[in-house]
């Protein structure tokens, strides 16, 4: 039972455009959200994180988008480089202790020169 | 500054073999953590530490045991080798928690 899940497991954009990454999640205990970034051959990298408190967390060019009633969140990145090209995984924990992180499958994303 | 150092990078096993992957953290980091990525799917824990001395289970813990003798070490121990163990395992570390954790490279293990 995939209490995360990452529906799309492919994106591509153009560079310069917006993309959109979205997460579903089955779990209403889950209280804090992470997005990871990860190219080939490295481990994860934190990228931005959202509280069940709020419903909107920017840093830069990334937006994390939380819908609490829906189980759904969303990553923004505007303008889209070529650099961002890689995986995006969801995670989510019952707390911002975070522990027990479950994560979602991926995404992988593709800008396009 | 390391960060977070796993070795070996690449190894193949043979059924029933053992071996122990290494973790090392340089960051003074409480908390550290074991997670395996299978081909398309996300990490799924295996165990975590939230000192020295302390360990626990995490969603899949079967068939690998861990030990946590310092701040800086977080090895795991694969007894028996199965085909089913081949993944890319990952070592994270934190301060507070696995929130904003930091990954090592990973570790590609194959059984065959």
């Known amino acids: 039972d995939q209490q995360v899940k990452q529906n799309s497991p492919s994106l591509s954009v153009q560079e310069g455009r917006i993309s959109i990454l979205n997460c579903d999640y089955t779990?209403?205990?889950?209280?804090?959200f992470l997005w990871y970034k990860k190219y080939p051959a490295e481990g994860p990298t934190f990228l931005i994180s959202i509280s069940s408190i709020k419903d909107k967390n920017e840093d830069g060019r990334f937006t994390v988008f939380l819908n609490k009633s829906a189980k759904h969140l969303s990553l923004h990145i505007v303008p889209s480089q070529p650099g961002d090209s890689a995986v995006y995984f969801c995670a989510a924990s019952v707390d911002n202790a975070g522990n027990m992180l479950t994560f979602g499958g991926g995404t992988r994303l593709m800008v396009k020169p | 500054n390391a960060g977070v150092t796993q070795t070996p990078k690449f190894r193949i096993l043979k059924i029933g073999q053992s071996m122990t992957l290494q973790c090392a953290q340089d960051m003074n980091h409480n908390y550290m953590y074991w997670y395996r990525q299978d081909p398309g799917m996300g990490l799924k824990l295996i165990y975590y530490?939230?000192?020295?001395?302390?360990?626990d289970k995490g969603e899949v813990p079967n068939g690998y045991n861990v030990s946590r003798s310092t701040t800086e070490d977080f090895p795991l121990r694969l007894e028996l080798a199965a085909p089913s163990q081949t993944s890319v395992y990952f070592c994270a570390s934190s301060f507070t928690g696995v929130g904003q954790a930091f990954f090592g490279q990973g570790t590609r293990l194959t059984v065959v």
């Open positions: 530490s939230v000192g020295a001395g302390i360990t």
């Open positions: 779990n209403s205990m889950f209280d804090y």
